[in-house]
């Protein structure tokens, strides 16, 4: 294999650097109905699809969907739209989000769902992480929600409430998001039952003001690295695959995965596509590129490099990618992830566009020694 002829065009876009978070979504209906710290805005996707010229009709996928900005804002403009996501608990949320639901319905289950009195719970079997994470009272209204919830046949139904109630759980626990761990800090605490009565009015409400145009929309669990998709059937890859850190998604989420989706067991998700790291070398790797990284670099590449290839064989001719990625940051270097995704992509049969360098930060060691500077960035590439 050669990497002769490789080019890419780098840019700086530090005006993208806001668009490049899920900060801006917290301001948009439906799109903020689960907080997602590592996820992207709708804005961004808004301005993939002008500079991709995407019309309606178009497919889109996204194989690492995470909460579903990619499909949300594909829904609005008329893009069909395929989404995979090897968490479930992130399918459940991008499904909630992009379901289709009558709004009388809607507010005829809420009015008979608080009309119910309260029964104490009995917490006996309840997980003793998630009772320190809770304030008993809340816990309680937790699991006596949640057990009406179940009762629901339509699931549809039964899912949107229940999304609203993960919601809630999440801004009345002890818990927060450090990064790659929970941490509990006990503090004073809103009561669940008006907090959730809020915010699935609020849902309600969220619903009256998307204006949603036709377009098909497919989500499923499913693995990036084997995608199952017909060859050459997309017409453009927005995505952002897990980056290459030391964050385990199924420790972070370990509440939601505990509450709300029945207890469901993963191994660790950690910078890895899947849910497991692999070493395993294919044939056909270039094995120069990761030699002399760190373990974990190596297993995360290889995966790429599997992604890139069935991204690469369900795009159609002249097809585009754009991959928000970010440099992985070790105790004595940083890798730059988006050069290296870059030169796969083009041993793949990729045309290397360009780089936008839409953020950086200073990675140091022991909070004073400097290892680098870290970039985020889009990196475009052509079939």
Not at 153 to 177: C, P
Not at 297 to 306: E, L, N, S, T
């Amino acid at each position: 294999m050669s990497e002769e002829g490789f080019d890419l065009k780098y840019m700086e876009r530090h005006d993208l650097r806001d668009l490049v978070t899920f900060i801006p979504n917290k301001k948009q209906p439906v799109y903020n109905w689960f907080y997602f710290k590592e996820g992207f805005s709708r804005e961004l996707i808004f301005l993939l699809f002008d500079k991709f010229d995407s019309k309606e009709g178009d497919w889109v996928l996204d194989p690492f969907l995470g909460v579903g900005t990619t499909l949300l804002a594909c829904k609005e403009k008329g893009i069909n739209g395929v989404g995979r996501e090897i968490s479930p608990l992130f399918v459940f949320v991008s499904q909630v989000k992009l379901e289709d639901y009558d709004i009388e319905e809607l507010r005829e289950y809420s009015a008979q769902l608080f009309q119910h009195r309260f029964k104490k719970p009995d917490l006996k079997n309840i997980d003793p992480f998630i009772k320190k994470a809770f304030e008993k009272h809340n816990l309680e209204d937790i699991i006596f929600f949640r057990e009406l919830l179940l009762d629901i046949q339509d699931m549809k139904i039964r899912n949107f409430f229940m999304l609203g109630l993960m919601n809630a759980a999440s801004k009345v626990t002890y818990a927060y998001k450090d990064g790659a761990v929970l941490r509990l800090i006990r503090r004073k605490t809103p009561p669940l039952r008006p907090l959730y009565k809020r915010i699935i009015k609020k849902m309600i409400n969220d619903l009256k003001k998307m204006e949603w145009k036709t377009s098909t929309i497919d989500i499923r669990v499913g693995d990036a690295r084997k995608l199952d998709l017909e060859d050459e059937c997309i017409d453009y890859v927005i995505t952002s695959p897990p980056y290459l850190n030391k964050i385990e998604y199924t420790k972070v989420y370990e509440i939601e995965y505990k509450l709300f989706m029945g207890g469901i067991h993963l191994n660790p998700v950690r910078s890895y596509m899947g849910l497991m790291p692999s070493i395993k070398v294919p044939r056909d790797f270039p094995e120069y590129i990761i030699d002399g990284m760190p373990l974990a670099a190596q297993a995360y590449f290889i995966d790429m490099w599997r992604t890139l290839k069935e991204i690469h064989r369900v795009l159609k001719d002249n097809g585009d990618a754009a991959i928000i990625v970010a440099g992985g940051v070790f105790p004595d270097r940083i890798i730059e992830s988006d050069i290296v995704i870059a030169k796969l992509g083009y041993l793949i049969g990729f045309k290397p566009r360009e780089l936008w360098a839409v953020n950086k930060r200073v990675a140091t060691r022991n909070r004073t020694i400097k290892i680098g500077v870290a970039r985020e960035s889009i990196l475009f590439l052509s079939k």
